[in-house]
């Protein structure tokens, strides 16, 4: 790569969801946010091998409503049907 155009960009929290599934297929059981923000280490990672950290804010810019309703209908389907019980109860 070369020219100011070339930056290759990656956002941070996708490494950190990317990381936190290899710790669990692997039977560990990590736990998001009890010792910071692992954004931060996770930028750093993506700064050593070359790329430049994306900008976490991405869900407050211009498509921040359509992201938003996005996620809305991702969380409609892990919530319990009317009746149905909960994964707590099965």
Do not use: C, Y
């Not at 990317?18 to 910071?36: C, N, S, T």
């Not at 950290?53 to 938003?68: C, F, K, V, Y």
């Amino acid at each position: 790569m070369s020219g100011p155009e070339a930056v290759e960009k990656f956002n941070p929290w996708s490494v950190v969801h990317l990381v936190f599934d290899h710790l669990a297929a692997q039977g560990l059981h990590p736990v998001l946010g009890e010792v910071g923000d692992p954004s931060e280490p996770a930028a750093e990672l993506l700064r050593a091998m070359g790329i430049t950290p994306g900008d976490p804010s991405w869900a407050r810019g211009q498509d921040a409503e359509q992201i938003q309703d996005q996620l809305a209908e991702i969380r409609a389907l892990f919530d319990p049907v009317d009746g149905a019980p909960s994964a707590g109860e099965r």
